[in-house]
């Protein structure tokens, strides 16, 4: 038997990119957030911030 030790988790990735992937979604949600609002009576105006 060698001293190495085995790496016996059963995840996909590492946690660095777990975080990596909920900071991105996390990103997406308020992009998504952001684009909902400013809804206007009149389709062909856009009014800016």
């Known amino acids: 038997m ?3 030790k085995e ?3 059963n ?3 590492d946690k660095t990119n777990y975080i990596l ?6 990103l ?3 992009g ?3 684009m909902s609002g400013g809804k206007s009576a ?3 105006q856009f009014h800016a911030v």
């Open 42 to 44: 009149d389709v062909h």
């Open 2 to 4: 060698s001293a190495t």
């Open 32 to 34: 998504f957030y952001f």
């Open 11 to 13: 995840f996909l990735f």
């Open 21 to 26: 992937m909920i900071i991105g979604v996390i």
């Open 28 to 30: 997406l949600l308020i």
């Open 7 to 9: 790496n016996n988790s």
